[in-house]
């Protein structure tokens, strides 16, 4: 299914200056003040206001972002722009049109453009209509984050998310399922190693498929260039997903009917193989604060960072009472369970990402890079609720709104 909506060009990233304020790089232990100049979609000077005075002078459009600092654009490593962040999801979800949904999905994209959140991996949501929001943003018929999409997740027959349209079991099966998406152009692979709390029926504890045929899938999958990226809560369902070395795992929540318990030998394997882990931090948690839940997972995701394991920041949303946009609250409960500084928090949800998920043009304020910036009212490497202040966003070179 394609994008409704009228065609349009892309608007057209020319010269850019954002002058007076503050800049993070993406990489320093702090801001410093300076500016920067975005010329053709990408970066082209960043830093004290020397470097790009010149080239600010010659701006056909330069804003003044004094009190501000510049940051990179934010990156939400788990979404699911097509669910509504409700309690009724699974209604709406069921009861929507194709073209209702694609519009829902717009609109959350939407926001998360607003709130600075330039990058997407959208990690479950009907194939046609993922590949398809992705490619009207891309193409300038919608405003949006440039999204990299999985389509729906291959899962077993009444596995997780079996109503998204990914159902797929065996090891032929799934090796089918794998070149279905890349056909229809998926930039990622998901596979649902264990059930999840969000399909009545499914075994959260228990894994879904075998060693062998999730190693199908990570095969098939870069056989054709793609990485995978597993939902995992039970133990059995992370030692599965290890073993067959997928790409990232998603939630790695070590959940068992007793709670949640981080397994150190398992979490060793992790950082051993380099496998990142999306842990799905929501704002959401912040209503557990003091309890047994909290004080578990503050151990677990801290041990992940103990370990030396790659942590890139997600937050799940869409899933009830995870909004769309509420990457930076979900970083600030992240900074509350670890104990990590606000730049390191930071670095989560910009330059580590982008390594992490092979997205080289990004992630950083440095010349040749890809113009995603975000422009906030105050410095969120000493405070981070100074992200839910925005003032600019720039997404590939493009002032948002302009």
Not at 31 to 60: N, R, T
Not at 139 to 153: C, K, N, R, T, Y
Not at 159 to 168: L, N, P, Q, R, S
Not at 379 to 392: G, I, K, M, Q, Y
Request: aromatic letters at 2%.
């Amino acid at each position: 299914m394609t994008a409704v909506g009228p065609t349009t060009e892309k608007p057209t990233a020319t010269s850019l200056a954002l002058v007076g304020g503050s800049v993070w790089d993406g990489r320093a232990g702090a801001s410093a003040p300076g500016s920067v100049l975005v010329k053709d979609g990408l970066i082209a000077e960043g830093g004290a206001m020397g470097a790009v005075a010149e080239g600010a002078s010659s701006s056909p459009q330069v804003v003044d972002v004094t009190s501000c600092t510049i940051v990179p654009g934010l990156i939400e490593g788990h979404a699911h722009l097509a669910f509504n962040a409700g309690l009724d999801w699974r209604e709406v979800f069921d009861g929507d049109s194709q073209q209702g949904m694609l519009l829902r999905m717009a609109g959350a994209a939407q926001r998360m453009l607003a709130a600075g959140i330039t990058t997407v991996r959208d990690l479950g949501a009907p194939t046609p209509l993922a590949t398809g929001l992705r490619d009207a943003i891309a193409g300038g018929q919608l405003a949006g984050p440039d999204l990299l999409v999985a389509g729906a997740p291959i899962t077993t027959t009444a596995g997780h998310c079996y109503f998204i349209g990914g159902e797929a079991d065996g090891e032929l099966g799934v090796r089918v399922a794998v070149r279905e998406r890349v056909k229809a152009g998926v930039d990622w692979i998901k596979v649902m190693a264990s059930g999840g709390n969000m399909t009545p029926g499914s075994n959260v504890y228990a894994a879904q498929y075998t060693v062998a045929e999730i190693s199908a899938v990570v095969e098939e999958a870069h056989r054709l260039g793609r990485r995978v990226a597993a939902h995992c809560h039970g133990v059995e369902g992370i030692k599965v997903a290890v073993a067959a070395s997928v790409d990232t795992l998603e939630h790695c929540s070590f959940q068992s009917p007793e709670g949640a318990d981080k397994d150190d030998e398992v979490i060793a394997e992790i950082a051993a193989r380099g496998i990142a882990v999306s842990p799905t931090i929501p704002v959401s948690m912040e209503r557990q604060r003091g309890t047994e839940r909290w004080e578990r997972r503050a151990a677990l995701t801290s041990a992940l960072f103990e370990a030396g394991c790659d942590v890139l920041m997600s937050t799940d949303c869409g899933i009830p009472r995870v909004p769309h946009e509420s990457l930076a609250g979900g970083m600030r409960v992240l900074a509350d369970l670890t104990g990590l500084s606000p730049v390191e928090t930071l670095k989560l949800a910009t330059s580590t990402p982008a390594r992490l998920l092979a997205l080289d043009d990004r992630g950083v304020i440095e010349p040749g890079k890809r113009a995603d910036l975000l422009v906030v009212d105050g410095d969120p490497t000493e405070d981070l609720t100074a992200l839910e202040r925005v003032r600019h966003v720039v997404s590939d070179g493009v002032l948002a709104g302009s």
